[in-house]
């Protein structure tokens, strides 16, 4: 796995990537996500996730997901 993050003010941009292997070549997964945490507060985030994942083989059974929502921290 891979994975970065960068400060830009406000904002932290995040971005991943995991390859992941099963017992088969079948279950070769690949998995990248971008995101940005925003600070509203010193205790309060905003986070917004894109992911894909892919059969590394094949690149056939591809699923997307997303996230959006609010860390408090108290």
């Known amino acids: ?3 970065v993050t960068v400060p830009m003010g406000a904002a932290t941009l995040k971005a991943g990537f995991v390859n992941r292997k099963g ?4 279950s070769i997964i690949d998995r990248s ?7 509203l507060s010193k205790r309060t ?3 917004a996730e894109f992911g894909q994942d892919k059969q590394a083989v094949t690149g056939a059974n591809r699923a997307t997901n997303s996230f959006v929502g609010v860390n408090h921290t108290f």
């Open 1 to 3: 796995s891979l994975s």
């Open 33 to 39: 996500t971008v995101g940005v945490d925003y600070a």
């Open 45 to 47: 985030t905003l986070t």
């Open 23 to 26: 017992d088969t070549n079948v």
